[in-house]
């Protein structure tokens, strides 16, 4: 019952530190054997790459409660003390406070370690010992870390953000350059005295229709010596569900005997079409020999699911 009493009083102590305001305080206070006055502190320790790992001193002192105060919360089981000889009552946290209480002063040149680790993964080493003038009531503790932010801190998900998308526009800046390069190549390997080696064309194709609650509409299809790209829209038009092409289907004719033809590619707009929202298809194909009109079959298969969608008589 005692034990909790003066746990009590050291809360509201520490409370009404707190409530001071931002601005560091002091003030005096006078030890148990009332010979001394040691002046009541509160502070705010920055930590940023340059002190980072070090020992941050903290004072405590008889009589006195000492609030360690974070901007993040502690994590749970993240308070490790090593107070062998038990000379403080058990450290008290509640999310960003932690609140350390001495049963005495601390002898001279003694020295206890305290770590604490954050939500994020930061570990902050301090080392306790009593000062003859004065005494830590509050410690404001910022952590501003770059370099050596841990892995979860918000710091260093920024910097991977912005590292991913430096690489990200890098590789769209790029992208341009690259498909030229590709179709130069694929012109050099052409053999010029093939009617198709130059042939580049562009129609409109109409083909509408809704199932699986897609709407699917064929819009335009390009030749490019021997290859063809069909431009596609696809509607989501379920209300709860995104969809996922997982891959596309063509073949020539609709009979049980048709050929299914080569696609060289199928890309997407986005990688998950939420609902209720439009993308652009481009599928790329080997395109067939044109001897004869064909109508073909087009198929959009869904990813991990069944609302998949076959078009046919698509004329191409």
């Not at 920024?158 to 590709?182: N, R, Y």
């Amino acid at each position: 019952m005692v034990h909790r009493k003066m746990c009590s009083l050291f809360v509201l102590l520490s409370l009404s530190t707190a409530a001071a305001g931002s601005k560091s305080t002091s003030s005096s206070i006078v030890v148990a054997n009332g010979s001394k006055q040691r002046e009541l502190k509160r502070t705010t320790l920055t930590i940023t790459d340059e002190n980072a790992g070090k020992y941050y001193d903290v004072h405590v002192a008889f009589g006195t409660a000492t609030t360690l105060a974070f901007q993040q919360g502690i994590r749970d089981k993240g308070v490790t003390f090593a107070d062998v000889k038990q000379r403080f009552y058990t450290p008290q946290i509640n999310d960003k406070l932690l609140l350390i209480v001495p049963k005495s002063d601390l002898a001279k040149n003694e020295v206890l370690e305290l770590t604490v680790q954050l939500a994020d993964g930061t570990i902050l080493p301090f080392k306790l010992s009593t000062a003859p003038n004065d005494v830590d009531g509050q410690i404001d503790v910022v952590v501003n870390l770059q370099k050596r932010a841990a892995p979860e801190s918000i710091g260093a998900l920024k910097e991977q953000l912005e590292t991913v998308q430096s690489e990200l526009d890098e590789c769209k800046a790029g992208a341009a350059g690259v498909g030229i390069e590709k179709l130069g190549a694929l012109l050099l390997a052409q053999d010029l005295s093939k009617p198709q080696t130059f042939l580049a064309e562009r129609h409109h194709v109409h083909k509408l229709d809704k199932q699986s609650k897609l709407l699917v509409e064929a819009k335009v299809l390009y030749r490019l010596i021997d290859t063809s790209y069909l431009v596609l829209t696809v509607e989501n038009r379920d209300s709860s569900k995104p969809w996922v092409m997982e891959r596309a289907k063509l073949s020539v004719g609709g009979s049980d005997s048709s050929q299914e033809v080569k696609i060289l590619s199928a890309q997407t707009e986005v990688v998950s079409l939420p609902p209720r929202e439009l993308e652009k298809v481009v599928i790329a194909f080997e395109t067939p020999a044109r001897e004869a009109a064909h109508s073909f079959v087009l198929e959009l298969l869904e990813k991990g699911g069944n609302r998949h969608v076959k078009l046919e008589d698509v004329s191409l």
